[in-house]
Every structure is written in structure tokens, then in C-alpha cells.
């Protein structure tokens, strides 16, 4: 079952009978069965009918609201949705170096792993120094990923981490135009436009994330709650991991 993102502005979402319409200016922009809405997510002025709400929370439909820039607002949550078994579990993992450490690892070396398919797809059609530049930062990153294994602690592991990040951006670097001043990942504040858009694409997209999975931003396996944030805390507590089992219902 979809997840439902309403992101025209100035749109209207309503029940009528036991489908989920929502209309602009006279005009159905979606028309569906309210039974295959699993989640909905409302992005900025779009408004929702008392009466698709009410139906929504008999369904057990989570609904959560950010702004037309992605700054999670808050959520309707219906009065049970069976989350305090994956939050206990989730909570035990955080709590015990011993079952967080191998799940951090798995999340770095599958990030690693991402990233260097990603410096290898760009580098296709670059020209042959650019390729030979980018093929030794993969090389770096290739043997960061099989140390990652052999990290013995959560410190060691956020060292692999921080090394791998700056062999992908110092290869990404060599992939763009030298007029976009791209000279490595920068932040707080960005100081090229390169930095600003993965400073908010990566905002923007763990907010929705952590916030549609009813996940705490602060709930991370590799950094602590002290120093956890929304840019720091791309693991969520093992979210992905450490799945919550759904019921499917079956349509007639």
C-alpha cells in the first residue's frame, strides 16, 4: 500500500464514499481507493476535509504535515498503532554496543559501497584524467570498506565513516565543473551552492524520513543521543533495519 505525499499548494482532500479525492481549482488531481492509503503526507496549504480526517483515524492511517519546505510540523496519529514493541526493540539495540556496533557497520559499508557505484556511474562519461583521479578515490574507499569490518568500537567505526566521506567528495569534486567552486563538502555555513543543496537535500530528506517512520532524530547506533542530529543521524535508530510487521489488508 503507498504512501500518499499531497504537495500541490492551495489543493483540498476529501472522502467521498470510500475513495480519497483531492481537487484543485475544480480540477481531480488524484482519485483513489482510501483503502490502499497507507500513510498520508501533507506538505504546506493543502486541506483535509473533517471528514476524510475522521476516516483516516478509523483506518489507522498516520498522517504527518511538514511545511512546502520540508520542516516536519507534526502528526495525526491514531490512538494505537502498535509501535511500543519495534520502540522497546528498537531502544534495546541502542542501548548495547554489542548489537549496535555490527548494525552500524552494516550501514557504513552499505553507504560506502553506494557512494562509490555512484562516483562510478558519474565517471563514465568523464574524460580519461578525471576517470583515473575518481578510480583511485573508489580504490580508497573499496579498502575503507573492508577495514569497517574490523572496527572494534563506535569511535573507530565514525573514524572509517569520516575517511570514506572524504574520498567520495574529493573524487565528486574532480566530476564537477571548476566554476561551481566545489573544493569538498563544507557546511554550517555552506560556502558554494554544491554544498548548500546536499546541506538541504540531506536535511530534507532525513526530516521527512524520521518523521514518516515515527522515528526520533536522536535515536542513532553510531552517534550518541548528545550529539546525534537531523544531519548526523542517517541510521535512525535502525529504523530500516529493525522493521515493524504490517497486517496487509486484502481488497475484495
Known sequence: MPVIYLT????????????????????????????HVEQLVVMGNVQLSAALITQLLLQ????????????????LTPPALGFAQLRHRQYQVLGNPQTALPIA???IQAKLANQRRTLG???ATAGSQVQATVIRATQTMQGIEGQVSAARD???LRGYEGSGAAAYFGGLKDLLPPGWGFNGRQYRPPPDAVNAALSFGLVDNVRVEWAT???????????TSEAADALLCVDRGGSRIIKKTKKTRRIN
Open 60 to 75: 489507522e492511517v498516520d498522517v504527518a504535515f511538514f511545511s512546502s519546505y520540508g520542516k516536519y510540523r507534526g502528526r
Open 105 to 107: 557497520k552494516q550501514a
Open 213 to 223: 517512520n515515527s522515528t526520533p532524530p536522536t535515536d542513532c547506533l553510531l552517534y
Open 8 to 35: 500541490d499548494q492551495g489543493a483540498m482532500a476529501h472522502k467521498k464514499g470510500e475513495r480519497l479525492i483531492v481537487e484543485k481549482k475544480s480540477d481531480v488531481i488524484l482519485d483513489m481507493p482510501l483503502i
Open 121 to 123: 556511474r558519474l565517471a
Open 154 to 156: 563506535l569511535d573507530s
